[in-house]
Each structure stands twice: as C-alpha cells, then as structure tokens.
C-alpha cells in the first residue's frame, strides 16, 4: 500500500471508532433495528434520485448490501441494544479482519504472505488478549451477536471488492438502498410499528439532539465518508493487505469508550492494543520501489 492509502484507511480506523459511541448515543433514542433503517435511509433516498446506479453486477451489489448494511447491522445493534459494552463491540466486531482474510482465501484464492500472516497472527493476538480482558463485562449473547455482525461485514467485504465499481462511492451510496426494506420490515415485526414513529417524534424536541447528531454521524462520516473510502481501497488491493486495518478501530472506540462513557481499560489492554498496531503495520506489504534509470 502506498503512504496516502495508509493514511487513508487510518481514516476510516477513526471515523468507524467514533461510529461505536454514536451507536450507543443513537440507541438511548431509537429502537436498534429501528435505528439501523433510519442510518441507510436517509442516505438512500437522495441516491436513488440524485446518483446514477453503479455499473457493477446486481449479484454484488446486492451481497454488499446485505452482507455489511444489513447482516452487520442487525447483529450489531441489537448485541449494543441488549448489553454489549460499546469499546468491547469495537473490538469484537473487527473479527471481521481475520474473517475476511480467511474467507478471501477460501473463496478468491489469494494468497497470503508469511509477513501478512504473522502481523495478522500478532494483531488477532492483542484482539484475544483484549477480549479476555473485557470477558466478564459482558454476557454470551451479545457477543456472539456481535461476531455474527463481523461475519456478514467480511463476506461485504468480499462483495464489495468483487463488484471493482468504477466509482467506488457510488457502490458505497447504492449499497445503502438494500437495507431500509428489511430492516424496517424487521423493525415493524420485533419492535412495533408504534416504536419508530414515537422514537421520531421525540427526535424533533430538544432533547432528542443528541440522537438527530448521531444519526447523522452514522449516516455521512461512518457509512458514505468511511465505506466509501474502504471500498476505493478494497478495490486497489487484495482483501488481505485492507482488512487488517479494521484492527485499528477498537483501539478508537475503546479509547473514546473510556473518554465519554467511563470505561476504562486496563494495562493489560492498552499493551494488547498496541501490538494490534503493530500486527497491522507488519501485516501490511511495503509498497514497492520503482528504480528509474539515471540520467545521462
């Protein structure tokens, strides 16, 4: 990878752990499945009447869709919803790294160095030894809601960089029509079709501010300015050289979980959390050197 798209998906590290804190401030105001249809809806409507649909076939742009705007989101927020710890959810969710890798390998055959593979090692490592660590915070159910949702992002991943759109944000755009209709269908199932609309209606007071914000959060910085910069970068390089990167993102939102909510992570943590660093920075190839001749 080249310095700028390092740099890049050190962006998306940030902005994605700041999403994990806007989740647990948008879920003290809306039902999660709720929330999850109102996040893609408000970016689908104007994309289906302002963008021009990605010229990509429908087979990936729907697995993109559902697998990261859908899959993810359900199990996601509802684990948040019913108790997960919002830096633990950081953490469990980037098993989607590991996940991705390993599916690329089973189902696109690419091929993963010694070098990626021991940073990936080291990086799932400070990951287990976090998770360890955070174990008796929080019950089984919710973290197993939380590793499905890492599940359906990596197989979005793969979707994502098998569709090579031509224009990357316009995928990321598109792939926010698939989830409105399930998620509101399932929101009206579960949760009542009186719990949306209540939810909105407090959302226009004052004190519903702070879930109008965080809805927006999700919507522009997380879902259009993130997704659409990982797909550019699930585009230019095979799913194991990008996906390590997503190791990065607990180490924000445990970070911003111990600013904001109080939860403060222990030595053991933070020592885990830097070798995740470390195990994505080896994980990922060194870009190559081009020697130009010498001029006469």
């Known amino acids: 990878m080249t310095v700028r798209d ?3 998906a050190g962006v998306v590290a940030v902005l994605w752990g700041g999403n994990f804190l806007a989740i647990h401030i948008g879920l003290e105001h809306f039902p999660p499945l709720f929330l999850a249809a109102l996040r893609f809806t408000v970016i689908a409507i104007p994309t289906l009447l302002l963008v021009p649909r990605p010229q990509v076939p429908l087979r990936w742009l729907l697995g ?8 993810q989101f359900i199990f996601l927020f509802i684990a948040m ?24 390998a089973l189902l696109l055959r690419e091929r993963i160095s010694p070098r990626q593979g021991i940073g990936i090692g080291l990086a799932v490592l400070g990951m287990a030894a976090i998770a360890v660590s955070r174990a008796q915070v929080a019950a089984a159910l919710p973290v197993l809601l939380t590793l499905l949702g890492a599940l359906g992002w990596a197989f979005g991943n793969l979707a994502g960089r098998k569709a090579a759109p031509p224009n990357p944000l316009h995928l990321t755009l598109w792939m926010s029509v698939v989830p409105p209709l399930p998620l509101l269908a399932m929101s009206f199932v579960w949760e009542g079709p009186a719990a949306g609309w209540a939810a909105l209606q407090a959302a226009v007071a004052p004190a519903g501010l702070p879930g109008v914000l965080a809805l927006a959060y999700l919507a522009v910085l997380a879902t259009v300015v993130g997704s659409g910069i990982w797909t550019a970068l699930m585009r230019r390089y095979p799913a194991g050289v990008v996906a390590p990167y997503s190791l990065l993102v607990p180490v924000v939102g445990m ?24 195990g994505v920075l080896l994980g990922t190839p060194r870009p190559v050197t081009v020697m130009r001749p010498a001029s006469a």
């Open 6 to 8: 390092r740099l890049l």
């Open 64 to 71: 993109y869709g559902i697998g990261f705007g859908t899959v």
């Open 81 to 104: 919803d019913i108790g997960m710890p919002t830096g633990l959810a950081s953490l469990v969710l980037q098993a989607s790294a590991p996940f991705t890798v390993l599916l690329g």
């Open 255 to 278: 970070g911003l979980a111990a600013a904001a909510l109080g939860e403060r992570p222990t030595p053991l943590e933070l020592v885990a959390a830097l070798v995740i660093i470390g």
